[in-house]
């Protein structure tokens, strides 16, 4: 039976406070095939590459070369992280000087509002749009309307069925984000333990794979790591920090370390775990940006942070959305040129940016988004 799909389980014997504690249900995962990473130490083996399963714009005009007008609608506007995202595609619009950026989206987590700053645009008429959704489902009729218009689409950050895009820039594989939680989290709490983890929403297209990647890696490479439970935080660092507060109430000492999502639940959980007197008492690594994190990682109440390159992420996206435009990535491509990255591996549908950066108390202080 994989872990992943295990809906109901009772733990058959004690961890870390001595006591048997029954499994709730499991929420937050999807149940699409895994492909767990090597464990430490283990030769990594590339996967075969996908076919491209993307989508493909009706009657595109010729955009060879030619300046292009986009519009990046990002899940939320006004925070850091896609403060950086945005700073990146005008970062590779300047340097490739026929790209012009606008970045409009909803002051606050709304789909109803995405859409229609997606629809505004596709009926004003643009040649590009960029996004990052909050919904997968109820995004993706907008943007097959922009498909259907000859409008590039490309993704990143939070995406949608396929076929409702052409490309999707993956921040950091699934596979790779989930390898990076779990090694760090092990090593925090010496590889065995009760963990919990405060995702998003529990509908939330990446963060289910990265729960689902998550399981699978763990049962592979750290079988004495226990899932106590999973809580919404629903990008809000209060709710979050709630979430954070009942989790060790309700486990006590056996919840050894805490899987935070969102850069809302990241800095929440470790700020109410140092309220409660529980700082360093339970590992706390999760996804967030740098700067939000600085004081908690300080304060020891934070081990790790996990991520990617915000402002990366908006560049390739824009080299991407330029090498569509000029018919430089097509299905059945296996690499793109984007600028300073270098070339970025592509498979099936998706641009890769690789594996994640690992943020400690080390290293933190050099970055500032």
Not at 178 to 194: V, Y
Not at 291 to 315: E, F, R, T
């Amino acid at each position: 039976m994989g872990f992943a799909k295990v809906l109901i389980l009772v733990l058959a014997a004690s961890i870390s406070c001595g006591a048997a504690l029954a499994q709730p249900v499991w929420r937050g995962s999807d149940d699409l095939p895994t492909s767990p990473r090597a464990c430490p130490g283990k030769k990594e083996e590339p996967p075969p590459p996908r076919a491209y399963d993307g989508g493909l714009p009706a009657g595109a005009p010729d955009r060879v070369g030619k300046p292009l007008v986009v519009v990046d609608v990002p899940r939320i506007t006004g925070v850091g992280y896609f403060d950086a995202t945005a700073r990146g595609m005008k970062e590779a619009a300047a340097e490739l000087g026929t790209v012009e950026v606008k970045t409009e989206g909803p002051t606050q987590i709304s789909t109803s509002q995405q859409v229609g700053v997606i629809d505004d645009h596709v009926t004003a008429g643009v040649d590009g749009v960029l996004f990052a959704a909050n919904d997968p489902i109820a995004v993706a009729p907008v943007l097959r309307k922009a498909l259907s218009r000859g409008i590039n689409v490309v993704g990143y950050d939070s995406d949608v069925s396929p076929e409702a895009r052409q490309w999707f820039v993956n921040r950091a594989e699934p596979t790779g984000i989930a390898k990076a939680l779990i090694d760090g989290l092990a090593e925090q709490i010496g590889g065995s333990g009760g963990l919990a983890i405060i995702t998003s929403t529990y509908e939330a297209p990446l963060q289910a794979r990265w729960i689902a990647e998550m399981a699978a890696y763990a049962a592979k490479c750290y079988p004495g790591l226990v899932w106590l439970g999973t809580a919404e935080g629903r990008e809000d660092p209060a709710l979050s920090g709630r979430e954070a507060r009942i989790l060790a109430r309700r486990y006590g000492a056996a919840l050894n370390g805490l899987i935070t999502l969102t850069n809302f639940a990241t800095p929440g959980a470790a700020e109410a775990l140092g309220q409660s007197g529980r700082c360093g008492e339970v590992a706390v690594i999760g996804l967030a940006t740098p700067n939000v994190m600085k004081p908690h990682i300080a304060s020891g109440c934070a081990q790790a942070v996990v991520l990617w390159n915000p402002v990366d992420l908006g560049y390739a996206a824009v080299y991407a959305l330029r090498a569509v435009a000029d018919g430089e990535l097509v299905p059945g491509a296996t690499t793109l040129k984007a600028g300073r990255l270098g070339t970025l591996r592509v498979d099936g549908s998706e641009v890769l940016l690789g594996m994640p950066y690992v943020y400690t108390a080390d290293n933190i202080g050099a970055f500032n988004f």
